[in-house]
């Protein structure tokens, strides 16, 4: 009985709301900023991501909204090294290190732009060998149907006409 009374005077003192607004996370630090103009700005971005100044290039200002994030070379998750002592070894990611603006289709159960490299034949002996496959199996199951009926032998249909004995069992029962 006293649980009600709990929850009610919890409410009436707004303690839940208090308690939920503290834990709100802002995302401001992490947005990127504007697009750098100046050396300076260069300078200061790069400062901001842990890079060099030699080292930061900017995505080019064409209204997509990356600002002065870093472009970063196209690498995925599977690219990286599986062998190097990782922070976070199952995204291949130390603490820290900057994401790539696509990292979230270059997991490792996502797409990899560099799988061309790695792969170990070309897409077209690939495409070309699962149409020979599809279609060769194919044609082997209906050319065998053909010359190789599978189901049983049976009598033709037998339909009912006017004085005609559309049975087999005889009349003397009847």
């Known amino acids: 009985m006293a649980l009600p009374r709990i929850i009610n005077g919890m409410l009436r003192t707004k303690a839940i709301y208090s308690v939920s607004s503290r834990s709100v ?24 991501y842990g890079l060099l100044p030699e080292e930061y290039a900017p995505y080019p200002d064409d209204g997509l909204g990356f600002g002065d994030y870093p472009k970063l070379p196209d690498i995925g998750q599977d690219s990286k090294s599986e062998y190097y002592p990782w922070d ?31 792969a170990r034949y070309p897409d077209w002996q690939r495409v070309l060998s ?15 149907d053909y010359w190789c009926k599978r189901y049983r032998p049976f009598m033709p249909k037998q339909w009912p006409q006017d004085n005609v004995k559309y049975y087999t069992y005889s009349d003397k029962y009847f």
């Not at 270059?106 to 790695?118: A, I, L, V």
Request: aromatic share 12%; net charge neutral.
């Open 25 to 48: 996370v802002s995302h401001e630090p992490w947005k990127p900023g504007p697009y750098p103009k100046t050396e300076e700005e260069r300078i200061a971005a790069a400062k901001k």
């Open 88 to 118: 976070c070894p199952e995204h291949n990611r130390n603490f820290g290190e900057i994401m790539h603006v696509h990292a979230d289709m270059w997991g490792s159960d996502k797409g990899d732009p560099n799988y061309r490299q790695k």
């Open 130 to 144: 699962f149409f020979v496959a599809v279609f060769g199996i194919s044609g082997l199951m209906m050319t065998g």
